[in-house]
């Protein structure tokens, strides 16, 4: 079980890498980093592009293989 999950995460890590690295980049500075918006913006996932999704996805993928390997250990 521990391989399965070890592959998977190896797996997971590397798409994750990819998806980062093939985004556009914003122009928006450091304003862009922090938010640049306020806590209103209430349909902010309809606005997300298709890729960061998929990143968004894989981060979540990634954090819960994570703890998965951890509570096998």
């Known amino acids: 079980m521990r391989v399965l999950f070890s592959a998977l995460h190896?797996?997971?890590a590397i798409?994750?890498?990819v998806a980062v690295l093939a985004q556009q980049?914003?122009?928006?500075?450091?304003?862009?980093?922090f938010g640049g918006g306020t806590q209103?913006?209430?349909?902010?996932w309809q606005r997300f592009?298709?890729?960061t999704k998929v990143t968004v996805v894989l981060a979540a993928a990634f954090m819960i293989?994570?703890?998965c390997l951890?509570?096998?250990s």
């Open 15 to 17: 798409l994750l890498m």
């Open 40 to 44: 209103a913006d209430s349909g902010q």
């Open 70 to 72: 951890v509570l096998l």
């Open 10 to 12: 190896i797996v997971i």
């Open 65 to 67: 293989t994570s703890v």
């Open 49 to 51: 592009s298709g890729m």
């Open 25 to 33: 980049r914003k122009q928006g500075g450091f304003s862009g980093v």
